[in-house]
């Protein structure tokens, strides 16, 4: 979601909305993350969010700034998996590009299959050191509320 | 489970034991095919996924398992300790600006990479060659190799097991220490317990030492990465499940077993020839800014603390190799071990014990018990005890940076970094160590207390 503001963009931090949820949990030597979303790929939106609020706190960039486009296709063993496995590669592309990738262009995921294209800006340094995005405590499942919800530990 | 879970602790550590999960990872460690004897934990253990971090466990070799969760995410991070010839009065009046002189040639901070860029062909020398590497292309001394664990050379590397993605990732982070709770620390001496191991060391009361910490940057992260994956998808093919999926596991003799452990070997050269080009810069400016009078820096050893190796140990009396995993722990070989330099072979392996910013850090000696009792393992540190997020509502960073200056210590480094790893995060490394010691696993030798802190 971009929203026009002064003389930049503002890339829209939404951490809680009636679609999806992002919070951050205390955790002995990491980073975890709990998500919710009312459909999967809002889920797999909250995560990328939430990772990238992580990676860089860059909210606003310049109008004439290129944002950057990655396309990533995947396949896992199931879903819990597909969203690690897809948190991995953008953590591994945004390491690599030295960007930070919050949004979708495009986002389809089909049982454990997954083709998105992520989109995100190039950044000067990065707020955190994620070493790897882990399975630990991982399991998308449906919650009391009928939400689709999980835990991502990364590894600082 | 296969084999029981031991805890070594003192009785004043047990309530914390029971705040996270680690014992639960312990015992899940101890489902592992193959595995042998038991799934230790030392007394630093703190919850980590998969393996609790502080973790050792040995696996049958060539069938057992091999699990990169057993070896942790940063392959062969480990710690070294430079000794100077100087003492702190020596350099009293300059430590600031020796402080300022590190943070000014050692490249640090989340995901950041250095002058060092390597293409890929060159990158794949370092992998392959380690720490050899760094003294083909001067950025070593000759001396240092027999004071590193392995000769800073894994024979097993392949380069051409470790992913594309993670050379990309790693190939402009050679000599950087990274962020978290890696540093470099300039220390003081401060009190020796063993006068006859410390004279093997070369070790003297208020001597100068510089402490590094560091590992494998995002080449071996990604490298863990890409064989958890693999390892979580070929598992059925070997009828082998698991409680957690980040003890993702294949026999140690499967096609991707291997393949595993000979990128975890070139992962783990990347990250000893990475120390040995910190140990360069520093080396660099501690002469450029002391000249002749600061001396030389002689490296007395280098440990790795998340690595697995193949060893031999005797288990209820028969001889036996082993895939001994250590995350979190240090290896601590005892006295007439072969693999140990000439120089400390009749005192033990120097085992060293980084605590935590602001408290103290200890040199240990390796033990014969630790043979028989843990695989050659010791503790690796303080081990954490609080979040990042808990510690920063505690700790307000002017408080502590006063607290630090009053104790004399120069900081350095990014501020959330640092209230991050304030003392208040770690467990007691003094109780850590003296756990160590009455299980006469490693044997204290030396005290060391910081004066320079320099972190990512």
């Known amino acids: 979601m971009n929203f026009r503001h002064q003389n930049c963009v503002l890339l829209g931090i939404i951490h809680s909305t009636k679609m999806k949820q992002i919070a951050y949990i205390p955790h002995v030597a990491d980073v975890c993350l709990e998500i919710k979303g009312n459909t999967i790929n809002e889920l797999f939106e909250a995560g990328l969010e939430g990772m990238a609020n992580l990676l860089s706190s860059k909210v606003c960039v310049p109008h004439e700034e290129v944002p950057l486009n990655e396309t990533i296709t995947l396949t896992s063993i199931d879903v819990t998996a597909l969203l690690i496995d897809f948190l991995s590669k953008v953590l591994t592309v945004s390491y690599v590009d030295k960007a930070v990738f919050r949004s979708f262009d495009s986002l389809e995921i089909n049982g454990n299959k997954l083709v998105a294209v992520i989109v995100g800006y190039s950044v000067k340094e990065f707020d955190e050191d994620i070493k790897a995005v882990t399975h630990h405590g991982a399991e998308v499942k449906k919650g009391k509320e009928g939400q689709w919800e999980t835990n991502v530990l990364f590894d600082i | ?456």
Not at chain 2, 242 to 265: K, T, V, W
Not at chain 2, 283 to 300: A, Q
């Open chain 2, 1 to 456: 489970m296969r084999v029981p879970a031991y805890v070594y602790a003192m009785e004043e550590m047990l309530d914390s034991l029971g705040r996270d999960k680690s014992l639960e990872q312990l015992v899940n460690v101890a489902t592992l095919p193959g595995i042998v004897k038991a799934a230790m934990a030392m007394p630093d253990v703190h919850e980590g996924y998969g393996f609790p971090i502080g973790g050792v466990a040995a696996t049958r070799w060539p069938d057992g398992v091999i699990s990169p969760g057993g070896i942790g995410y940063d392959i062969n991070c480990g710690v070294r300790l430079l000794l100077s010839d100087v003492t702190k009065q020596d350099i009293k009046s300059n430590l600031d600006n020796v402080a300022q002189a590190l943070f000014d040639i050692i490249p640090s901070g989340a995901g950041r990479g250095g002058d060092i860029v390597l293409e890929t062909e060159m990158l794949d020398r370092v992998l392959q060659q380690g720490v050899n590497w760094a003294l083909d292309n001067n950025y070593a001394e000759k001396d240092d190799i027999r004071y590193i664990e392995s000769g800073g050379q894994f024979p097993h590397a392949d380069p051409a097991k470790v992913s594309e993605e993670a050379k990309k990732r790693g190939h402009d982070q050679l000599g950087t220490i990274g962020s978290g709770n890696h540093f470099v620390e300039i220390d003081e001496v401060s009190e020796i317990y063993d006068e006859n191991i410390a004279q093997s060391y070369g070790l003297q009361k208020n001597q100068i030492a510089i402490l590094i910490h560091t590992g494998s940057r995002g080449l071996g992260h990604q490298v863990a990465t890409d064989y958890i994956r693999i390892m979580m998808e070929a598992m059925p093919k070997y009828g082998i499940t698991i409680p957690d999926r980040e003890l993702a596991c294949l026999p140690f003799n499967s096609n991707e077993g291997q393949d595993y452990y000979h990128a975890m070997a070139a992962a783990a050269n990347f990250a000893w020839c990475n120390r040995e080009i910190v140990t360069w810069r520093i080396r660099k400016s501690w002469s450029n800014l002391l000249g002749i009078s600061g001396g030389s820096l002689r490296l007395l050893y280098d440990v790795a603390h998340n690595i697995a190796k193949i060893e031999q140990y005797e288990v209820d009396g028969e001889k036996m190799k082993l895939i001994v995993h250590r995350k979190g722990a240090t290896r601590a070989f005892g006295p007439g071990h072969p693999e140990i330099p000439q120089r400390y072979s009749s005192v033990g392996q120097p085992v060293i014990i980084p605590g935590s910013m602001g408290t103290a850090s200890y040199v240990m000696a390796g033990t014969t018990k630790s043979m028989e009792a843990t695989f050659g393992s010791a503790c690796h540190g303080a081990g954490r005890q609080m979040s990042r997020t808990a510690v920063r509502k505690i700790v307000e960073i002017n408080d502590l940076e006063k607290k630090l200056n009053k104790q004399g210590i120069f900081v350095r480094g990014s501020r959330r970094g640092l209230s991050e790893e304030a003392p208040e995060a770690y467990k007691d490394v003094d109780l850590v160590v003296e756990t160590v010691q009455r299980a006469g696993i490693a044997n204290k030798v030396a005290r060391l207390k910081p004066l320079v802190v320099i972190k990512g």
